[in-house]
């Protein structure tokens, strides 16, 4: 089974430095990964997804992640944020099923606090 | 407007009683999956349907149920509410293995 690991908890950063955000992942072959953020009281929005080809995915909001097989990581990463940016952060893993069986495993979710 | 319909937003119901919680997915998406979002539980997958069929079942407790009906909408019942099962209830679809679509969620308050 797959499973997803976000070490950090909550993460602190001023506005206009750059973010990077940890994911392992835990499964035996090459997964699907995403990332997706939820602000306060929205559901959960995409932000990139990795399937196959180029390791490094760009995404939406200026954000990209970074696959790295050998160290079972899929790091989300933003140059510059703003304070938009503010919000709890998600990554995810999907198992390279037939469509219709597979499911996504979520991280616990890393919440992102920009200070002015 | 992430075309995932989720109702109702809230509801606030007593402990005992059955509540309904409907997610009308994305047009042409098939897989409709239901999510439970809780402070202390994170986020817990429950259940999913693939038109019309169970596919898989994750953290859903025997008093929780769902279906998904032709017109592919589903429908999540809760029953014999706990104040434990206070908590945001997501729906999302997908059509191929693009990622899920959220919904915004429905926030159930046990009282």
């Known amino acids: 089974a797959q499973s997803v690991t976000q070490p950090d908890i909550h993460i602190t950063v001023s506005e206009g430095a750059s973010l990077e955000l940890r994911c392992n992942y835990s499964y035996g072959a090459t997964p699907y990964l995403f990332w997706y953020v939820q602000s306060p009281g929205q559901g959960l929005q995409l932000l990139l997804k990795y399937f196959s080809g180029d390791t490094l995915v760009q995404g939406i909001k200026g954000f990209e992640a970074e696959f790295k097989r050998s160290q079972s990581s899929f790091n989300l990463r933003k140059p510059s944020v703003h304070w938009s940016d503010a919000a709890e952060y998600f990554c995810a893993v999907g198992a390279r099923m037939n469509f219709g069986n597979e499911k996504l495993t979520f991280g616990t979710g890393t919440r992102l606090t920009i200070i002015p | 407007d992430s075309g995932v319909t989720q109702t109702p937003k809230h509801l606030i119901t007593a402990t005992g009683q059955r509540v309904t919680l409907r997610c009308s997915p994305r047009s042409g998406d098939l897989s409709v999956y239901w999510y439970q979002q809780s402070l202390d539980q994170g986020l817990q997958f429950l259940i999913q349907y693939y038109n019309g069929e169970e596919r898989a079942k994750g953290n859903i407790l025997e008093r929780f149920s769902a279906q998904q009906f032709p017109d592919l909408h589903s429908e999540l019942n809760l029953s014999s509410l706990e104040l434990g099962d206070s908590a945001l209830y997501f729906c999302?679809?997908?059509?191929?293995?693009?990622?899920?679509?959220f919904g915004s969620g429905t926030r159930l308050t046990v009282v």
């Open positions: 999302a679809s997908s059509a191929t293995h693009d990622g899920y679509t």
